[in-house]
């Protein structure tokens, strides 16, 4: 999965199609559900992240997921990560943004029962797809779908939420 995203940066890159287009930045936030598909259980997860159009059809953005807590009674799981994405995007109708999102997934994984407490850290590749819909030049509703490894196990996270331009 690494060399796929390296090959896409350096094709995306490369393209002479792409041409340098005006920066702007963007502040992501989203609420949504996790399902972890190993353990079989769902939990409440948010996003916050931070982006900009660094490329024409291409943004780049940083993430704080919290992909949730999972309570088994005496245990408890808490899952998350900060992630680092490209996402080639293209647009459909005046308002509609398509994009796939192709990144690493820096996560953190706690097991705690009580006081006592043990984690563990690792680094995967993700992928993922999503629609944002203009409301205005500054604010657009987005619907993302993203797909996780965390130690060894899938996450499936969907969110809906906001996108804040600037510039």
Do not use: C, H
């Not at 353990?39 to 409440?44: C, G, H, I, M, N």
């Not at 899952?79 to 996560?107: E, R």
């Amino acid at each position: 999965m690494k060399k796929i995203i390296a090959l896409t940066i350096s094709l995306l890159l490369a393209s002479p199609v792409l041409t340098q287009a005006e920066s702007r930045g963007f502040v992501n936030l989203g609420i949504g559900s996790s399902k972890d598909k190993v353990l079989d259980e769902t939990a409440t997860s948010l996003r916050a992240g931070v982006g900009a159009t660094v490329m024409q059809n291409l943004n780049a953005e940083a993430e704080f997921v919290y992909l949730g807590t999972l309570d088994f009674g005496v245990l408890e799981l808490t899952q998350s990560g900060a992630s680092v994405s490209i996402s080639p995007f293209i647009n459909v109708g005046d308002n509609a943004t398509i994009f796939l999102k192709l990144g690493l997934l820096l996560w953190r994984i706690e097991l705690s029962s009580g006081s006592a407490s043990v984690d563990d850290t690792g680094t995967d590749a993700f992928g993922g797809i999503g629609l944002s819909v203009g409301i205005n030049d500054k604010t657009s509703l987005v619907v993302e779908y993203d797909a996780y490894t965390v130690s060894d196990g899938d996450i499936n996270l969907i969110t809906v939420g906001a996108r804040f331009a600037f510039d």
